[in-house]
């Protein structure tokens, strides 16, 4: 019997993990795609009095489930490879740890993505929402953990497009300056990592991406 070799280094920890997510992303939209073929379409003919046909209708559908499939877990595997990236320089760092809410009682507690000593590290593979009770949650969050003896540091991938969703992270970012906290998006996003832990993550995802789709 033939036994898999567990990854030896970062590289094949992230590929390993991109693989995980990428079959169980394939299974999940699979079964839904087959779910839907026995669902009420009668909403259909609303599609049709605003000109978009059955068979328009039907794949737009089937693209709106796998969206929010895909938007999950690409979010998922990126904030998990990069916790691999501390964790293979900080062997000791802690994944979601929780804290007490001492300044409220909703939310009981706060989760912290990564804990690097003194450093908690919120990750985030994009955050394009509109809500200004964000601002409020996230403020809150950020004092409990200030007030805990950490350091927030925030790292964002892929920042907003839209407006709203814009200026509530330039809120975010002036909340995090406040506390003594950091804030990194965009490529600043990619270089805090490689800075932090040594490891090149947009490097290795970039090959990956290329192994995976050169016949796509």
Excluded at 124 to 138: L, N, P, S
Excluded at 156 to 184: H, S
Aim: aromatic share 10%; charged share 30%.
């Amino acid at each position: 019997m033939s036994v898999t070799k567990a990854p030896q280094n970062i590289f094949e920890r992230v590929n390993a993990l991109a693989s995980r997510y990428s079959e169980t992303l394939k299974t999940v939209m699979d079964a839904r795609i087959t779910e839907m073929e026995t669902d009420d379409n009668s909403h259909y003919l609303l599609y049709r009095v605003l000109g978009i046909t059955n068979t328009e209708g039907k794949l737009i559908d089937e693209y709106q489930n796998k969206g929010r499939f895909l938007y999950k877990y690409a979010g998922s595997f990126l904030e998990e490879a990069a916790i691999l990236c501390f964790e293979e320089k900080f062997p000791n760092a802690k994944r979601k740890l929780r804290i007490p809410n001492k300044l409220g009682n909703r939310p009981s507690t706060f989760e912290i993505d990564c804990l690097v000593e003194k450093e908690a590290f919120e990750i985030k593979w994009r955050d394009a929402t509109t809500d200004g009770d964000h601002i409020t949650k996230e403020h809150t969050r950020i004092k409990n953990i200030k007030n805990a003896g950490y350091k927030p540091i925030r790292i964002m991938f892929y920042y907003p497009n839209r407006k709203q969703a814009i200026r509530i992270q330039e809120t975010l970012k002036t909340i995090y300056a406040g506390v003594d906290g950091e804030y990194y998006f965009g490529k600043g996003a990619w270089e805090i990592i490689k800075k932090k832990t040594g490891v090149d993550l947009l490097d290795i995802l970039e090959k990956i991406a290329k192994s995976r789709t050169k016949d796509l």
